[in-house]
C-alpha cells in the first residue's frame, strides 16, 4: 500500500465514542498484516511527559529540536509542532507509515471516520454525515440513517473490513 505517502485518516467524534480503541484495534490489525501504522493525538492541552523526562523538556525550550529521552525500550521525542499540522507535514513525522491514524485532527484530504458511539440521531454527533467519509457506529437506528443516505459505514468491530476499506480507497487515488 505505501507508495510515497502514506494514507492519512482522520477520526473525529466526542468523547467517549471510541475513538482510542477504535484506534487501537486499527493499529493492531495493520501489524498483524505487517502494515506499519502510526498515530497522531489532537489535544487541547499541553502534551503530559514523564515525570522524569521534565530534563527533556527544558532541553526543547532552550532550542534543542528535537529533543529526546530514553527511558528502557521507549523513546520520547519532544519537538515543536510544525506550523500547519497537513498532509505533507504528517508524512514528514511518520515517514515509515502506510496508514497514520489522527485523532481529533482533521486534516484536508484525509478519510474522514467519524465515530458515533451508541449515539442515534444524527443532531447528536460531532459532525453531519454530509461531512464525513466513514462511519463506525453501534445503534442500528443510526447505522440505518447512515446506510440511507449512502454512508459508507462499519461497526467498532470491523476493524478487517474497515483496513480493507483503506486500502482499497488508497488504490483508487493512486
Not at 505533507?88 to 502506510?98: D, N
Request: one cysteine or more; hydrophobic letters at 45%.
Amino acid at each position: 500500500m505505501k507508495k510515497n505517502k502514506p494514507a492519512i485518516v482522520s477520526i473525529l467524534g466526542w468523547s467517549g465514542t471510541g475513538k482510542t480503541s477504535f484506534i487501537e484495534a486499527a493499529i493492531i490489525e495493520c501489524r498483524r498484516r505487517g502494515m506499519p501504522a502510526a498515530a497522531l493525538k489532537k489535544s487541547h492541552n499541553a502534551p503530559s511527559v514523564p515525570q522524569d523526562s521534565k530534563d527533556s523538556s527544558r532541553f526543547l525550550k532552550a532550542g534543542a529540536e528535537p529533543s529526546i529521552y530514553l527511558g528502557g525500550s521507549e523513546m520520547l521525542a519532544l519537538s515543536a509542532a510544525p506550523a500547519r499540522m497537513d498532509r505533507s507535514a504528517i508524512a514528514a513525522l511518520c515517514p515509515a507509515a502506510s496508514i497514520v491514524f489522527c485523532e481529533g485532527l482533521d486534516i484536508e484530504g484525509a478519510q474522514r471516520v467519524l465515530m458515533a458511539g451508541d449515539e442515534s440521531e444524527e443532531s447528536a454527533l460531532k459532525r453531519s454525515l454530509a461531512e464525513i467519509d466513514v462511519l463506525i457506529a453501534r445503534n442500528a437506528s443510526m447505522l440505518e440513517l447512515a446506510r440511507g443516505r449512502g454512508v459508507i459505514l462499519f461497526t467498532p468491530d470491523d476493524i478487517g473490513q474497515f483496513i480493507d476499506h483503506l486500502i482499497a480507497t488508497e488504490a483508487c487515488r493512486d
